[in-house]
Structure formats: C-alpha cells, structure tokens
C-alpha cells in the first residue's frame, strides 16, 4: 500500500529487541539517520517515534522514491505518446443525448439508489488554507444567506436523493452510504463539525470517516527528513491514496456488508457537484463498466485543465502542460465549432464496486509523483531545526486517475456535462476573481435562477448582481427534479407562474 495512517506509540518504552530490529531494518535501508536523537527522547517520545517508524517500509520507501526521481526514459526514436479522444462508444453528452436517454440514465439510477445499491465517497482530506481558514476546506461557508457549509450542501442533496428514490419506488429506509477521506490534521475536526450539526439530517451510523496514508518526505539525497526529533516529517500521499485507504480502513469491507454495487467519488470543493447523480450512476451501470468519469467542455484551447483522452491507446488524463499548441487548438473534424481534445478533468468519478474490491491487486502498480517543497527539518548532525529558504527536498503523491490506464478501454465510459450545471471549484482566497468563494456564490446563485426559470417562474432583480436565487438542496436535487411537478408534485412545481424577487432563498416548500 502507497501510505499509511500516522501511528502515535502507546506511551511505553518500546522492547529491546523489538528496537533493535527495528534499527537495524532502516540502516539496512540507508535510513538510519532517523534514529539519531533516540537516546535524548523521554520514554513517550521514544514510543511514539517507534510507533511511527513500525508504520513504515523504508524498502519499499527508497524504491518509490527512486521510480519517482528517474521515471522510464523515452528512447531516442520516440516520437512521444499518441493522443486521441476517447471513442463515441465510450462516452455520452448531457449536451446532445437524447432526452430518452437521459430520462432512463436517471430513472435507473435512482431505482439503483433505492435498492440500497449505491454508495458515495468524498475526497476531503484539504484544509481551508487558500482560502485563509485553518479548517477543514469542507467546512467552508462560501456566502451563502443561509451559511450553509459546503459539508451541509452536500449532505443535503444525499438526503433529497434518498427521499426522491425513496418516493419513486416506494421504498421509506433507503440509504446512500458517505464515506468521507480525511487527513491528519482534518480529521478530528471533520468528525466535531458533524457531530455539532448532527450530521446535517443523515444517521450517524451512514456517515463514515476515514483517513488517507502519509509518506515520509525526503531530502534531496534520498534521506527520510525528521520533523522534530521525535517524529518523521510526513505528508498526505495524494488523492490517489484514497485506494489504500479504502482497505486499511475496512471501507470496502463496509460496502460489502451494505451489498454496494455503485460508488459515486468526488472532490469536497465543488459546490455544484451532484452527489450520488441517478443520471451518472444509470449511465454507467448500463455500461457495465470497472470506471466512469465526468468531464465538462473545455472553454479555449488555452485553459490550464487536465484532458480526459487516450493516450497510446488507453485511458488516461493528461496535463495541459503536455499538449503541444498544435494539438490543444486543433478542432473536432466531426464537429468544427469545438476542440477536438476537450473533455476536462473534474475529478468526479464511478466505480464499480467489483473493481475497487480488486485494488490489492493493483495498488502497488500506481506511480508516486513528485513535489518539490520547501521542508523544515531538523538537521541530524547538529540537532538545529531549519527552515530552508528554497526546495530541499521531495514529497510523494499518487494521483487518483492514475489507475485509469490500467483499466481496458471497453471498462472505461466518460460522460459530459454542463458546466454550468455541476463544476465551480473552491480553489482560490476571496477576490481571485476565479474558482474562488464568490464565483462559486454566484455559479450557485445562477443556476438556481435557472431552475426557477425552468419550473415556470420568473426571476426579477435590481441589477445583476443580485439575481441570484439559492435553492435548498432539500426543496431540489436538479433540473430534473425541478420539472417533476408534471410527473407528482415534487421539486419546483409550485413555482410555476409565480414571481421571485431577487436575490432570494428557496428553503422551504410552499
């Protein structure tokens, strides 16, 4: 496995014999400098280092790290990787399907959701900091009048998909599980904010917290960096550790026991993001596929995003930074007016449960990546604590699509989707003026008016700025649901004619 909780010893000193060995497996790794101040350590100091250390492989930390520093070289003749968008077999547009499509994408979904088949993970190990909060990113609160967290958005668009499945086929105990990936430093913050909002309306025992693997970071010369005396600097291994993460902290033995078919994962900062989407995880069922990825339409030739394409023949995600201009600008032969590579990442994926189940089998094959940073360490020769004005060394981060190209492509779907209608990133502090707290205010804003719109309602403000309306995730799930007043009465039927002033907050039914 990739990384590993932190381990705080018990507060014992640890066996002779038991250290010994201990000692001697990472001096036999080249490591042994992280035993350096050992016999300074009180006896808790000396048990919660040991304790960290049994947590790490230092073999199998220099062979990462190695396979990081010097990927495979190309060889001279290589002309570099082929690039092609993925085939129409495996994709679908929101944009162009047809409306029977996705009526039946959706209606088998949400038949899945309410045979208890369907599962959520969320990917919510980052801390606020950008955004000048020390909190966990989930907790953030982007503006909204009802101040509703991005935690609390998410939460209640599980309970209105439960209620919506539940409705449909007449079925009152339905339960979309939450497991949500924290980090260290999140996770017991994490944990008190749902308990002090009482899990947002969701049972306690449906809501389950897990955390990501750390790694050691390494210096530039290979050495495991010691954060203070008594302990290893470490870091979260990346979004992709959420594999590992997923057996070392039983989530799939979970998802067995609850009979999981379908899990829905994605990234906490997305305020638009639809949780355990019944048109998605439809789609992909009747693909009958391992993987399913969302993409929205790329907005120029220009924009820095991942591309969702093939890449020497199999799925896989590729920078922007390693499209040529040539092959960025180039436009569809089928369809002129748009990029011929266009599908963005959004980090926003299915898998089938059968597939995670199998990730012993294949997690030892995802590459680790590099970051370069800049790490206070303590220096071993002398003891002095320093902190290194440029990069001194390296941390270590899968990145979850990094399984992607291990998957056949008759295994791999991708649909696309509005942007409007489900991607606004929280990136960026307040004042950005992109992927920040007011542009995901107004993204959400925009689309409630939209959906106010579409329910027959009619939206009037003073000026544009204050259009908005925000919908409950309680009242709407989505477009759909607003115009399921013609099929019983749910959404936002009971808008149809009425007039809202903006900027306006739909909490309630009428």
Not at 27 to 32: S, Y
Not at 440 to 454: E, T
Request: proline share 6%; charged share 25%; glycine share 8%.
């Amino acid at each position: 496995m990739s990384g590993a909780k932190e381990v705080i010893g018990s507060g014992t000193e640890p066996p002779k014999e038991a250290l010994e060995a201990l000692k001697s497996k990472f001096e036999k790794a080249g490591q042994g400098q992280v035993f350096a101040f050992y016999n300074d350590l009180d006896i808790p100091e000396k048990a919660a280092l040991y304790g960290q250390l049994q947590s790490i492989d230092p073999i199998y930390i220099n062979k990462i790290t190695e396979r990081a520093l010097n990927p495979p070289k190309a060889s001279d003749g290589d002309k570099g990787p082929l690039l092609e968008p993925l085939p129409e077999s495996a994709t679908a547009s929101i944009l162009d399907s047809a409306e029977e499509d996705i009526e039946k994408w959706y209606s088998s979904g949400l038949q899945l959701i309410a045979q208890n088949k369907v599962a959520v993970v969320l990917m919510a190990g980052g801390q606020g900091t950008r955004l000048g909060s020390s909190a966990p990113k989930g907790c953030f609160d982007i503006g909204l009048a009802s101040k509703k967290s991005l935690f609390q958005i998410q939460a209640e668009r599980i309970l209105k998909v439960q209620q919506l499945a539940g409705n449909l086929h007449s079925n009152q105990s339905v339960v979309v599980p939450w497991y949500v990936m924290t980090s260290g430093p999140t996770i017991k913050p994490t944990e008190q904010f749902f308990e002090s909002n009482h899990y947002f309306g969701l049972k306690k025992e449906n809501v389950i917290f897990f955390e990501q693997g750390v790694l050691p970071c390494i210096s530039n010369e290979g050495k495991i960096l010691l954060e203070s005396k008594s302990k290893v600097a470490v870091a979260p291994d990346g979004n992709g550790g959420i594999y590992s993460a997923l057996i070392t902290s039983a989530v799939i033995s979970d998802m067995r026991k609850r009979a999981i078919e379908h899990i829905h994962a994605y990234c906490v900062d997305n305020c638009l993001v639809r949780v355990a989407d019944p048109t998605f995880i439809g789609f992909s069922a009747s693909k009958n596929v391992a993987i399913a990825t969302k993409v929205v339409r790329k907005r120029n030739a220009t924009e820095s995003v991942g591309l969702i394409l093939l890449k020497n023949g199999k799925p896989d995600v590729v920078e922007y930074s390693e499209i040529d201009k040539e092959i960025a600008e180039a436009n569809d032969p089928k369809k002129p007016d748009v990029l011929k590579f266009r599908a963005a990442n959004i980090v926003n994926h299915y898998y089938s449960f059968g597939f995670l189940e199998s990730i012993p089998e294949w997690a030892h094959n995802l590459p680790h990546h590099i970051a370069r940073k800049k790490i206070p360490f303590i220096d071993t020769q002398s003891g002095e604590k320093i902190k290194p004005e440029k990069p001194n060394g390296i941390k270590l981060e899968q990145f979850v699509f990094d399984v992607f190209p291990m998957v056949d492509l008759s295994q791999f779907a991708c649909m696309e989707v509005r942007r409007e209608d489900e991607f606004s990133p929280l990136k960026n502090a307040r004042g950005a003026g992109e992927d920040d707290p007011d542009t995901s205010k107004r993204d959400l804003h925009n689309q409630g008016a939209r959906w106010v719109k579409s329910a027959g309602g009619t939206v009037v403000s003073e000026s544009e700025s204050t259009s908005g309306v925000e919908i409950s995730p309680l009242i709407s799930y989505d477009v759909q649901d607003t115009n399921s007043w013609a099929k019983g009465g749910e959404g936002l039927g009971y808008l149809k004619g009425a007039t809202i002033k903006a900027p306006a907050v739909i909490e309630k039914e009428k």
